[in-house]
């Protein structure tokens, strides 16, 4: 069971998260069909990777003493910085998910009907689903304090965006031509442009 605050609010907000953001837009991306999937076997073992840092390892230090050696402890600030950041998370993931709506997808894909979303929070950014998670991956290690646990999502994270992100560009790039790359040139990749 949850010894520490943070441990607790990252289970809840684990929770929350399946519950209320990727729960419903998953049921809703079983019902499309992928016109052009771009997906790799690579991309699958990426993903996998992410998971294992980002749900599993964080789940073996809370309710496991298997990696309790590599505990750490933090102030009660830093918990409180990183319960922020986590709720800040969640808040900007669910404005991403339902401003993408039925584009969503999981993985590399064009789906039938599928539409170039610049509105909500793509109004400013292109990959804001990745700047929610990259919130994440600084809040993860305020909450769970396990140099495994806590760190392991924000390496691994960090290779699926470096990887993933170029190859999500180029195909959206492909599948909607200048509309994209007029769109590329007024906002940022995780960050709104500061001159447009």
């Known amino acids: 069971m949850p010894e520490q605050p943070g441990e607790l609010v990252f289970l809840i907000g684990l929770l929350l998260y399946y519950a209320l953001i990727y729960g419903p837009h998953m049921r809703r991306f079983r019902r499309s069909r992928a016109i052009a999937a771009r997906t790799r076997p690579a991309d699958a073992a990426l993903d996998f990777l992410t998971f294992i840092a980002w749900q599993v390892l964080p789940l073996i230090v809370i309710f496991t003493s298997r990696l309790a050696d590599y505990d750490y402890s933090l102030p009660v600030w830093a918990v409180a910085l990183g319960c922020l950041l986590f709720a800040g998370s969640l808040t900007w993931l669910r404005w991403a998910y339902r ?98």
Do not use: C
């Not at 064009?110 to 950014?125: D, F, P």
């Not at 304090?145 to 994270?157: C, K, P, R």
């Open 99 to 196: 401003s993408l709506g039925r584009n969503w997808s999981p993985k590399l894909d064009i789906l039938e009907h599928h539409a170039l979303v610049t509105e909500g929070a793509y109004a400013r950014i292109r990959h804001p689903i990745y700047a929610g998670f990259w919130l994440w991956t600084i809040a993860q290690p305020l909450l769970i304090q396990n140099w495994i646990g806590g760190w392991s999502m924000m390496a691994a994270f960090a290779l699926l965006y470096a990887i993933r992100v170029p190859r999500e560009e180029r195909m959206l790039l492909e599948a909607f031509g200048d509309e994209y790359r007029t769109y590329t040139e007024r906002t940022g990749r995780v960050f709104p442009r500061l001159r447009r």
